[in-house]
Each structure stands twice: as C-alpha cells, then as structure tokens.
C-alpha cells in the first residue's frame, strides 16, 4: 500500500506518547513492506530539520516538514474568543503553506490511504477529497474536548470559564468532523463508544498506541527499590495540573512515612514557574532525560495522578513493559485495560496514594508480583508489529 501520514509535529524524536505511537506504526509499515510518506507540521514548540533525522529512520518513510508556527498568544486567543466561534486550538494548525504541501504530495502520488494523526488535521479533509481518491482514516489519539472539559472541572474563576467555552467548541468542531472520513481508528474502546455516541457510522478498528521492545527488563538488582518516579511531558497542562496536586497533598505524607524514599520527576520544556515547586525534600528534578527508557529501566514505581486527559497514557504502557508498577488515577489509566491489583494500582484520593506507594515500599514481593504480570499484559496486548498488521488488514478490507 501506499500511505501518506499528516501530522501536527513531527513524530522523530519520538520523546512523548503521541510522537512514539506515530514513530512506531511509521517503521512497522515500512517493515511490513509498505510506502509511506510524512508531512508533518514544524511548530515554534516542535521543530525537526530532515538532517537531523538518522539513516535508519529516514529510510522507513520519505519526510517532509513544512513551517506551521501554531503559537499560543494570549492576544490571540482572546480575539478568537470574541469574533470566531472555532476553537482556538484547532485554527492555529490551519496553514494555507501545509495545504499547498499537501495538494502538491497529492497531485505527485496515488495514494492508497492518507492518515488522520489526530483531530487537528481534520480541516485538510476537503483538500484531501478534492485532490485524490485515497481512503481518508482519522486516526483519533483521544477525544480532544473532553481533555479541556476536565481540565476545566479542576481549573477555577476567568481560567474555569474560558476552558468550559474551549470544550464546548471542540466538541462541536469534533461533532463536525464525525463521518467526514472514510474509517475511523481511535486509540480505545471507550473513545470509540463516545464517537459512535456522536453519530460515527463508518468501520471502525479500535487500534492503541504501541510499544517497540527495544529495551530488556532490568533484574530487580539493577532497579533502585525502592523509588518513585514520574516521567512525561512538562509542558502539557493535565502533567502539570495532576503533579502539583500530588505533591501538595501526597507527597509530604508520603515523604514523612518513608524519608529515605526518592521521587524522580522527569520531563521535557517544564515552566519557570513549575519547576520551583520541585525543589521539595526527598525530590530531584532531572528535566529531559537522554534514554527515557533507560530512566524508566533504573527505577520502580511510577506514579501517574493525572485528573484530567483523554485517549490512553504511552507511557504507562512502556512502563508496564519494562516491569514497572503503576500507581495512576482511573482517569490516568483510562483505555488501557489493565486490572487493579493484579497489574496497575489506582488511586483517586490522596489516601488511595499513601496506601498503595507504601504497599509497594514496604512489600518486595507484592511489587515484583505485580510488575511480571504488567510486563505479560503490556507485550500481549500493545505489541507494535502486531498492532500494525491488523491495522493494515483493516484498510486492505475497506480500501480495495
């Protein structure tokens, strides 16, 4: 086949969970004998020149990146609040540069598929229809109203009031977008329930983001137990939220248990104003750490207390398949399938947190326990090459 990927960042380096979901379905494609061509957007928050992609990789696809600044301005945003009714989020990945890209690739190739990597590349979907006869697959890493309308649950004053206007306006916009492709491949079963409950009638593959085994699982005596550790996108506004909120109700409590017990925080473009709220004892802030999978290997429990967020966490998928054992929220846990108290712990409350970390510290064997059966689960279910054969069945059924 021969697919064309849009995406709104480039998925190389693949450093967060949607650039490692996209980055792993693009090399299984190609060993799976597959063409495949990428245009991706290069936004002021993720830029990658062609150059600084490695042989290895650029031979699974034939890269292109087109400028699409995608600013977050304040002035901007409240001018698009007062005289658009489109969602903010959404027009700042409109580019007339990225269409004319586009109409360009699609006047050169017969594609058989060009591929949707989330909801931000829904407009280009006329362009798509207008220039070529591929099959159109929405690729749906989340429900991306619903993240904003948490976020809003848990925000307050002027902040509360423009989030909830931001989710009903991406709700809108997704409501929009239901049934103007082809097939729809959401991440989760839930996420497909929500857009079916929206009016979805096209064939839909319930197909998670992967993960590559690129890393064996550490013995227990290269792991530094006990210890915590949180890793994932700093910049991102659920990481922020859920992690001030452990630390101010769960860590003290939890340091003041166990004061020898280390909590790692690991994340790339953290704030100013966050990164001060770390320097708290028994903590270290490492930023973006080189391997995150080598990070992730040293270390033994990891805590994921988001609140809000949609679609289903990468991260705690990699976790799992190296041995990790998870102690999220079910909101972080959400899409995922894994079972409490057999391979995951959750906890909601900032009594669930202390009960469950200190379950871990204080039992070896109900940790190692645990972790086993998270590794079995993560690379039975969310093993990268299997996950694109049966994606690639799918489009083979519906697009010849």
Not at 193 to 198: G, Q
Request: some cysteine.
């Amino acid at each position: 086949m021969n697919l064309l990927l849009l995406t709104n960042k480039p998925p190389y380096p693949a450093k967060d969970g949607g650039a490692i979901s996209m980055m792993n379905l693009i090399r299984k494609f190609s060993e799976q004998g597959h063409k495949l061509t990428v245009l991706s957007m290069n936004t002021r928050k993720h830029t990658t020149l062609a150059s600084d992609i490695p042989p290895e990789i650029r031979k699974t696809a034939d890269f292109h990146f087109v400028d699409v600044p995608a600013k977050i301005s304040y002035s901007a945003a409240f001018f698009n609040l007062i005289f658009s009714h489109e969602p903010y989020n959404a027009v700042r990945f409109i580019s007339a540069d990225y269409q004319k890209k586009l109409e360009k690739l699609l006047s050169k190739n017969n594609f058989d598929v060009v591929q949707l990597e989330g909801l931000y590349l829904c407009p280009y979907i006329p362009a798509i229809r207008e220039k070529s006869n591929a099959a159109i697959v929405y690729r749906a890493h989340n429900v991306e109203y619903e993240i904003w309308e948490r976020t809003a649950a848990i925000s307050s004053g002027l902040k509360k009031l423009y989030l909830r206007n931001l989710a009903h306006r991406l709700c809108r916009f997704e409501q929009k977008t239901i049934n103007q492709y082809d097939l729809l491949v959401p991440f989760t079963a839930r996420d497909a329930a929500i857009f079916n409950k929206m009016g979805n009638n096209r064939p839909l593959l319930v197909s998670p983001a992967s993960v590559d085994w690129g890393e064996p699982i550490s013995e227990i005596s290269q792991i530094e137990y006990p210890s915590l550790f949180h890793i994932g996108s700093l910049e991102w506004a659920p990481n922020q939220d859920g992690l001030i909120w452990f630390l101010d109700n769960c860590w003290t409590r939890i340091h003041k248990k166990f004061p020898s017990l280390n909590f790692y925080i690991a994340g790339r473009n953290a704030p100013e104003w966050l990164t001060p709220k770390f320097r708290t004892p028994g903590i270290t802030f490492l930023g973006e750490v080189d391997d995150a999978r080598m990070f992730m290997n040293s270390k033994a429990v990891m805590v994921v207390p988001l609140l809000s967020g949609s679609g289903m966490r990468v991260k705690i998928v990699e976790g799992m398949a190296l041995g990790k054992v998870i102690v999220s929220t079910t909101i972080g846990a959400e899409g995922i399938g894994a079972v409490q108290g057999k391979n995951i712990l959750l906890a909601d409350t900032p009594d669930d947190f202390v009960v469950q970390v200190s379950a871990l510290v204080e039992n070896k064997d109900l940790f190692l326990t645990i972790g086993r059966d998270a590794a079995g689960f993560a690379r039975e279910n969310f093993d990268a090459e299997t996950l694109a054969a049966k994606l690639l069945d799918f489009y083979k059924k519906h697009c010849s």
